[in-house]
C-alpha cells in the first residue's frame, strides 16, 4: 500500500502548490535583480537624455527618434548614430560605425550563454534584446559570485527590463525637451560616469587592467580623428593588449 501512494501521481492541489513555488522564487530572483541594477540606474536616465536629445539635434523626427531608440537599444550605437547623421556621414559609415560598436555585445552574449543553457528560443531572442552593458556587467558579477536561487535568466530580467523602460522613458523625455534643457547641466558628465561604474568592478586581473588603460589612452590621443575612428581604434588595441598579456602570463605561468 505505501508503494501504491508514493507512486501515485501527484494531485493538482500539489502541482500549483509547486508552481506557487516556482512563481515565487522567480518573482524572488527578478526583485534581487532590480535590486541589483538600481544604482546604476541613476546615471542612466541623464544618458537616455541626452541620446533623446542628440538624436533631435541630428535632424530626426521626434517619432523617428523614439522608434530608433526602441529599436536599437544602445546608448553608444546611438549617440555615434546621431553624431555621423548630424554631419550628413555616408549610410555605410553610419551601418559599419554601430556594427563595430556593438560588437561587444557578441562577447556579452557568448559570456551568458553557459548561464542560459536549456531556456526556450523566445527567452533568447528576449534576453539578447535587452542585452546591454549594465545589465550584462551586474548579472555575470552575481552569477560568479553566488548561486541565484530563482533562476538566472530571471535575475537578468529583473536587471535588463527597468533598465529598458528607463531608457525609453529618457529617450522620450529627451525627444521632446530637445534644446530646452539648459548647457549648463552639462548632462554629459553621466555617460563615462556611467561606463566608469560598470568597468570598474571587473577589473580583477592585470590584463583586465592593462586593456582599460590602453582603451583609455588611445581613445583620448585619438579623439579629433574623423568618423569616430578613434572608438574603433582604442576598443581593439585594448582587445589586443589585454589578450597578448594574458597569454603572457599563462605562458609565464606554466613555464
Known amino acids: 500500500m505505501s508503494e501504491l501512494i508514493e507512486n501515485t501521481p501527484k494531485t ?3 502541482r500549483v502548490g509547486v508552481s506557487d513555488d516556482t512563481a515565487t522564487t522567480r518573482a524572488s530572483a527578478f526583485w534581487e535583480g532590480v535590486r541589483g541594477i538600481s544604482p546604476i540606474l541613476l546615471g542612466v536616465f541623464p544618458f537616455a537624455l541626452i541620446a533623446g536629445v542628440a538624436q533631435v539635434n541630428a535632424g530626426l523626427e521626434p517619432f523617428t527618434a523614439v522608434a530608433m531608440s526602441v529599436i536599437i537599444f544602445a546608448g553608444a550605437a546611438q549617440l ?3 553624431d555621423l547623421l548630424g554631419k550628413d556621414a555616408p549610410f555605410l559609415i553610419i551601418c559599419m560605425t554601430a556594427l563595430i560598436i556593438n560588437l561587444r555585445f557578441v562577447m556579452y552574449s ?3 550563454s553557459p548561464h542560459f543553457s536549456g531556456i526556450g528560443r ?4 528576449l534576453s539578447a534584446y535587452l542585452l546591454t552593458d549594465q545589465a550584462y556587467a551586474v548579472s555575470i558579477i552575481r552569477f560568479s559570485r553566488r548561486h541565484i536561487s530563482g533562476g538566472k535568466l530571471w535575475f537578468y530580467l529583473g536587471c535588463a527590463i527597468p533598465l529598458w523602460v528607463l531608457w525609453q522613458v529618457g ?3 529627451g525627444v521632446v525637451v530637445g534644446l530646452k534643457i539648459p548647457e549648463s547641466w552639462s548632462l554629459e558628465f553621466a555617460v563615462p560616469l556611467t561606463f566608469m561604474a560598470i568597468m570598474l568592478p571587473n ?3 592585470w590584463a583586465a587592467v592593462a586593456a582599460a588603460l590602453t582603451s583609455g589612452i588611445i581613445a583620448v590621443a585619438a579623439f579629433n580623428l574623423p568618423m569616430n575612428v578613434s572608438i ?3 576598443a581593439v588595441s585594448g582587445i589586443l593588449v589585454g589578450f597578448g598579456l594574458e ?4 605562458r609565464k605561468a606554466h613555464d
Open 171 to 173: 529617450t522620450v523625455i
Open 12 to 14: 493538482t492541489g500539489e
Open 122 to 125: 523566445f527567452w533568447k531572442w
Open 80 to 82: 555615434a548614430t546621431a
Open 110 to 112: 557568448a559570456s551568458l
Open 232 to 234: 574603433i581604434v582604442a
Open 247 to 250: 597569454s603572457f602570463l599563462e
Open 203 to 205: 577589473l580583477r586581473d
